[in-house]
């Protein structure tokens, strides 16, 4: 596995995903989180640290786990605060247009990275092996891009590369059958 010397990740959003993101990863990173809701008792009971919004743009990967409705604005915010070598995560259940938001919006050298489990709260709860989560590298892919892409295999995720497009056209047939 591709190692990063960083380990201070933020969860911004911290609806009810939060809990399943702390769950992946704080057993290797430092896990905090911001919202606009109090959710300080929540995030505590979780495993994750409640943070003002400067602390989490302090965290060398910011996970993005807002209402897509939301995701323009909270994007325009982080680009203000955000420095180059950082990476951003979104965890939206569309891609095509998350993966436009991220790219237009961040500036040049912070490293994005398209992604969306496919699964939720509920089936989390059963174990890990084998969920499927996609993962696509929205700008040039590199060692942090690696190192998510193999830190997810290793927690027992199957891992399915593939480009937001490919992402968003699955999807509609499979959730215009669900619905």
Not at 74 to 84: H, L, N
């Amino acid at each position: 596995m591709t190692t990063l010397n960083k380990t201070d990740v933020s969860i911004i959003g911290y609806g009810r995903f939060g809990p399943v993101l702390t769950g992946l990863l704080k057993d290797r990173h430092n896990v905090k989180a911001f919202d606009l809701a109090d959710i300080s008792q929540r995030a505590s009971e979780s495993g994750a640290t409640p943070c003002t919004w400067a602390e989490a743009m302090q965290a060398d990967t910011l996970f993005l786990a807002v209402p897509i409705r939301d995701l323009k604005r909270v994007v325009a915010k982080v680009a203000q605060d955000i420095k180059p070598g950082q990476t951003v995560i979104d965890v939206c259940s569309v891609k095509v247009y998350p993966a436009t938001v991220l790219r237009e919006h961040l500036p040049e050298g912070v490293h994005i990275i398209a992604s969306h489990p496919l699964f939720g709260p509920d089936s989390f709860t059963a174990g890990l092996t084998e969920l499927p989560s996609m993962i696509y590298p929205v700008s040039k892919p590199g060692a942090a891009y690696q190192y998510w892409h193999d830190y997810f295999a290793q927690l027992g995720l199957r891992v399915l590369e593939m480009s937001p497009e490919e992402h968003d056209r699955i999807a509609a047939k499979s959730q215009g059958i669900t619905h």
